[in-house]
């Protein structure tokens, strides 16, 4: 992992432990979120628009086996569906963004592997998706800033379980439904310090491989 980024997230959970330092840690959250954006952002100028459907690693074992455009679309629905269908139980971004993305499917993607991936990310609208994912992250950090220590020990349920699976947001399928329990298993800290933290660590830098890997070819 990133060094950086890495002692970043490692502040920033032990910060919200703490409610003394709760409002520090949500400043560190801001600022790796700010850096990781900046990274996505940085690809988006440096690479061919082709790029971002490639899979230079397609049999390794890890988060690089996947493509950029993949990549973004995962972290920034997950974030979504977690921070407005679960947490504040409203309309997802997704709904103003889905015509002008042109995705075939609404879930997360984790029913997807290999071809199936590329072909995903190949009829994505790689601006309208970065403009999801711009949105997305604003939203998301309206609801962090307006969040009390108290807060984060809020849980979730089977109410919450049922809702999700009713949005059909998250795929049937083995190795996407698990998705939902394990959202609901967290309480909102435990959220924070992955879906809006640490997930985005792992594929930007699984975005970071993949674009190292093309460079190689």
């Known amino acids: 992992m990133n060094q950086e980024w ?29 850096e990781l954006m900046e990274t996505l952002f940085a690809m988006k100028r440096e690479l061919r628009r082709e790029d971002f459907d490639a899979m230079p690693f397609p049999n390794v074992n890890g988060y690089h086996n996947k493509t950029i455009a993949y990549s973004i679309w995962h972290v920034f629905r997950i974030e979504d569906i977690v921070a407005h269908s679960l947490i504040q139980r409203e309309p997802e971004v997704f709904r103003a963004f889905r015509e002008r ?69 998250v795929s049937p399928e083995e190795n996407a439904c698990w998705l939902v329990d394990y959202w609901c298993g967290k309480n909102l800290r435990g959220l924070i310090q992955m879906p809006f933290s640490r997930h985005w660590i792992m594929h930007v830098e699984a975005s970071l491989r993949i674009r190292n890997g093309l460079r190689l070819k």
């Open 101 to 169: 993305i042109g995705a075939p499917i609404i879930t997360t993607g984790n029913e997807l592997a290999g071809r199936q991936i590329v072909e995903f990310s190949r009829a994505l609208d790689l601006d309208a998706l970065y403009a999801y994912a711009g949105a997305v992250r604003e939203s998301t950090e309206a609801l962090l800033r307006g969040l009390s220590y108290g807060e984060l020990a809020r849980t979730f349920g089977d109410e919450d379980r049922e809702r999700l699976k009713e949005l059909q947001v």
């Open 6 to 34: 890495a002692g970043l997230n490692k502040t920033l959970q032990a910060q919200l432990k703490k409610e003394a330092t709760f409002s520090a840690g949500i400043d560190t959250l801001l600022h790796l979120r700010q």
